[in-house]
């Protein structure tokens, strides 16, 4: 079984992560920045503070882990501006101190930078709130970075565009960089779906050093 830090583990996304790793008997370091805070408890799970904008911090975090899962930056607030960028670059950083004995590192990304089926991209439709916009586009800045990277086993996982909590099927479809949408033209994925797609992802790495989605 892999050896699992999350940061941002007590998040909407985070906090599926953990259960779908915890479940499947993976261990797992829930890095969050007051672990008094955390509620979750399990015989597989470690609590610890970090910082995901430190690189020594990730690095700290990083040591002796298999794979490093980012889940910061996600929903559609002013203050996750301030997260997705830096992150990126810490994340890499601090994974960079390690050398050769560094952990793959999986990123929680964004959906506005993945075509449509009519062949823009999603960031570009009519309606989306100035505030989602700006999160998706520093998620795309974010990919961007991560693109350049190639000293880092890195993987960057694009959610649909609805994707929010709700029932866990175990059943999903993938692509790379194109929207994943049903017969009707809907793309979405519960967060808990979601986190079976990522722990699959780490079981059986398939997008080392690229960008994937999943959906419905």
Known sequence: MAKIAVFGANGTVGTRIVDEALDRGHHVTAVVRDPSKYARSAPDLTVVTGDVLDPSSVASVAE???VVV?????????GHLAVIGP??????EGLRMAGDAAPRLIAVGG??????PLGGLVWDAEGVPEDLLRTMHAHGDALDFY?????????NFSPSTSFAPGERTGTYRTALDDLVVDENGNSDISTEDYAVALIDEIENPRHIGE???AGY
Do not use: C, P
């Open 70 to 78: 980012s889940a910061v930056g996600g929903g559609d607030g002013k």
């Open 64 to 66: 002796g882990q298999d």
């Open 147 to 155: 693109r350049t990277v190639d000293d880092v086993k890195w993987t």
């Open 87 to 92: 992150s990126a670059e810490a994340l890499v």
């Open 111 to 116: 959906a506005g930078s993945l075509r449509t």
């Open 211 to 213: 960008r994937f989605t």
